[in-house]
């Protein structure tokens, strides 16, 4: 019998908690940064329903994927493959949301509250980090299931 914990299965479970719980964290609980969001005035009720709404997906995302990397029925890969495509989607998804016309990391009054980091914006750097974690965790899962690395 196989171990189900691998290094590849924890490393996209914690980007998954990360994901349920970061935007419910910087946007909603933490008020060095909700401030900027959800407690933020200038933003106008709209503004506030679409970060609730992300607030809220990023919660259903975590929680499906660590559902679907604690399930041990069927495809176990498949599951985590799933499960790593599900925690990518929101944060992949900040990249192309910068094409969008009138669209930025920050609103211009919290230029000297944001946090750079390598010259990208915070969000921006952890989502890069997310990202890379999540590929290499599945590149050693799928090098495992080959037979060419342990974990």
Known sequence: MTRHWTLPRVLIALMAVETALGALLFDLVLYDTAHEHLFNPAWPPHAKFHDAQYIVTSLAFGGLALALLAGRRGDTHSRLLWAAGIVAVPWASMFPALLFP?????????????QFVLGLHGQMFMALVTLVVLA????????????????
């Open 136 to 151: 290499v965790a599945v590149f050693l899962a799928s090098a495992a299931r080959r037979g060419r690395v342990s974990v």
């Open 102 to 114: 009138g669209t930025a990391t920050y609103d211009p009054e919290f230029r000297d509250e944001t």
